[in-house]
């Protein structure tokens, strides 16, 4: 079956850890995400790729990484220097990133900061 | 600011009853509009999507939604509501672009419970 896995599903980090969340996908699309999710915040962009080795920041990149150095994955690694990094983490693909193109997600992983 | 609105936190309807969630968008031109559905500790899964043409637009689940230009809304309906309807919905809205990465913007969501 197609789709985007997330790994782990709950983690765990003591303050001043650098941590890094898996995403991978077999779908063949282009295009990858990462958002955060806060209660009663939505989804807010923090990274996007539109094509192997190269990604952008989205609104709020501060205090994270990526890379992308293989077409069917995207990982996220939250540094140190992330404030308050305790919240729900959403993987998705696109086919190319345009708007007409449906994202599809991953389960999440849940982070939590000790 | 381009953005999408989503008023109502919280909706409790009874099953079998009918269920409306509002949307409302601000953008300058005609916005591309999605309605997600998440499930407990899941992602997201496209409901249905609203490009052009006609403005009410059937999805998976038994959904529909109604775009109106006039009132700047893509409100998401249900004529009857299953318990296992019980989840967070998002809608979400972007304009097209020439080409690159074209974003979408999410609301806060709307938490739904179904009551027996």
């Not at chain 1, 789709?3 to 709950?10: C, D, F, H, M, N």
């Not at chain 1, 958002?35 to 539109?50: E, F, T, V």
């Not at chain 2, 230009?69 to 809205?93: I, M, T």
Request: with cysteine.
């Amino acid at each position: 079956d197609g789709g985007i896995t997330q790994s782990p599903k709950y983690l765990f980090r003591k303050e001043g850890q650098n941590v890094t969340l898996s995403c991978e996908q077999n779908l063949n699309h282009d295009a990858m995400y990462w958002y955060r999710q806060d209660p009663g915040q939505g989804l807010r962009l923090i990274y996007y790729s539109q094509i192997v080795n190269d990604f952008q920041k989205g609104d709020i990149a501060e205090g994270y990484s990526v890379s992308r150095e293989k077409k069917e994955s995207f990982p996220l690694t939250v540094t140190s220097a992330q404030k308050n990094p305790t919240a729900f983490y959403l993987c998705a693909s696109s086919r190319q990133g345009l708007i007409t193109d449906t994202q599809y997600f991953g389960p999440g992983t849940r982070l939590t900061v000790l | 600011a381009q953005s999408v609105t989503q008023p109502d936190i919280h909706i409790t309807v009874s099953e079998g009853a009918s269920l409306e969630l509002r949307c409302n968008y601000s953008y300058g031109a005609t916005p591309y509009l999605f309605w997600y559905v998440q499930s407990p500790g899941q992602g997201l899964q496209l409901l249905l999507k609203y490009f052009s043409g006609d403005t009410l637009v059937q999805g998976i689940k038994g959904f529909e939604a109604e775009f109106k230009r006039s009132q700047s809304s893509f409100n998401l309906r249900k004529p009857s509501v299953h318990w296992s309807d019980a989840a967070e919905y998002f809608c979400a809205g972007g304009l097209k672009g020439s080409g690159g990465y074209q974003k979408v913007t999410f609301g806060t969501g709307t938490k739904l419970q179904v009551i027996p």
